[in-house]
């Protein structure tokens, strides 16, 4: 399979780390948009459930609203609670005009809003998953007051 975005990440010579994911999402944002968006084990515990995730700030509301079964198994919640960051960060690309990803110097993926301000998506992601806060809707709400 040919995707861009992943070639540039896995053929960085940076030796920097963060380097490589930094410089692959700046040449092909959208393959970095498409990679972040599939939230694979997400969308397996949404479908579970019942509900599609379909990029809309409302489908936030509903994971919001989520039996949070995964919180039996302390090894899943944290990589679910990834794909909820990224899930996020994604519809607040879609939905948020002038958002984009930014790759920290560390290598952590956040969103960067149009008035500049940065927002670590992947870390309120993991904290809902694990607490059930920040909720993911009310993370959003905040991305778009300003």
Known sequence: MNIPFLDNWLNRHE???G???AAAVTDDPEGANELFS???MLRVQARAAGLEL???????EALDQLMPRWRRDPEAAPWLGNDAGFYLGTVIIRTQPGAAWRVWPNGQPVILLASGRELNVVEAGV????????ELSQVYAEACEG
């Open 15 to 17: 030796t920097e780390r």
């Open 127 to 134: 904290s809902w998953a694990m607490t059930g806060s920040p």
């Open 38 to 40: 599939e939230c694979e």
């Open 19 to 21: 380097a490589g994911l």
């Open 54 to 60: 379909d990029g809309s700030p409302a489908s936030l």
